[in-house]
């Protein structure tokens, strides 16, 4: 979403109606400040305010997170950037968090499943189907977790400093740390221990 691609939208089809920012701030009922703000790219109208700043643009919501006019399939495509975008709005931090929580459950109910299985008075077939559920508990788990550290760290190489986001298979198979992977940089080519931080969300 490019904030300064919707405030110069919103700036044009404002001077194009012959309306100050003191008049179009009037009747939406927000101080010029705001208005101001919104057309330097400095931010965008609360959800509140978007029906209302759309009805007296002309435009629709689409269009103005946009910041163009949109019409046949251009808006059908721009339409699914914005729901793929509001469906995708949680932080990098907060995924990791609920990961490292479901991968700690796992781990317990697996330790649990194993000493029932080691420990109880069990047959056998009970015994070995327990620890099967167990494995596969602990994989359906360890998948997942594995996907969204692919999809929210992002690697420096210490030789260029250039950053960069590994495949699934070079993230999987790379010896690693808790905070760096040995991985080749697409940059330069060189194979080094990279260091991990997350990804920053988009706007």
Same mark, same amino acid.
């Given at each position: 979403?490019?904030q300064i691609r919707t405030g110069k939208f919103i700036r044009r089809l404002r001077t194009e109606r012959g309306?100050?920012?003191?008049?179009?701030?009037?009747?939406?009922?927000?101080?010029?400040? +705001?208005?101001?703000?919104?057309?330097?790219?400095?931010?965008?109208?609360?959800?509140?305010?978007?029906?209302?700043?759309?009805?007296?643009?002309?435009?629709?919501?689409?269009?103005?997170?946009?910041?163009?006019?949109?019409?046949?399939?251009?808006?059908?495509?721009?339409?699914?950037?914005?729901?793929?975008?509001?469906?995708?709005?949680?932080?990098?931090?907060?995924?990791?968090?609920?990961?490292?929580?479901?991968?700690?459950?796992?781990?317990?109910?697996?330790?649990?499943?194993?000493?029932?299985?080691?420990?109880?008075?069990?047959?056998?077939?009970?015994?070995?189907?327990?620890?099967?559920?167990?494995?596969?508990?602990?994989?359906?788990?360890?998948?997942?977790?594995?996907?969204?550290?692919?999809?929210?760290?992002?690697? +420096?190489?210490?030789k260029c400093k250039t950053k960069f986001v590994p495949t699934f298979s070079a993230?999987?198979?790379?010896?690693?740390?808790? %905070? %760096?992977?040995?991985? %080749?940089?697409?940059?330069?080519?060189?194979?080094?221990?990279?260091?991990?931080?997350?990804?920053?969300?988009?706007?």
């Open positions: 979403m490019d309306w100050t920012q003191s008049a179009f701030a009037e009747r939406l009922g927000v101080s010029e400040k +705001t208005v101001s703000k919104w057309e330097t790219g400095r931010g965008l109208p609360e959800v509140s305010l978007m029906l209302p700043v759309c009805e007296l643009l002309g435009i629709t919501v689409n269009e103005l997170l946009a910041g163009e006019r949109l019409e046949g399939e251009a808006y059908r495509e721009r339409a699914e950037e914005r729901l793929l975008l509001t469906c995708d709005r949680t932080r990098p931090e907060t995924k990791v968090v609920i990961c490292n929580a479901a991968c700690w459950v796992s781990v317990a109910v697996w330790l649990a499943l194993i000493f029932i299985a080691a420990f109880c008075d069990l047959p056998v077939w009970a015994r070995i189907t327990m620890i099967v559920c167990a494995f596969l508990g602990i994989a359906a788990v360890i998948a997942p977790i594995l996907v969204v550290a692919v999809n929210t760290e992002i690697y +420096t190489c210490p993230f999987l198979l790379a010896p690693h740390t808790t %905070k %760096k992977r040995r991985l %080749k940089c697409p940059h330069c080519g060189q194979k080094s221990w990279c260091e991990s931080s997350l990804r920053k969300r988009e706007e």
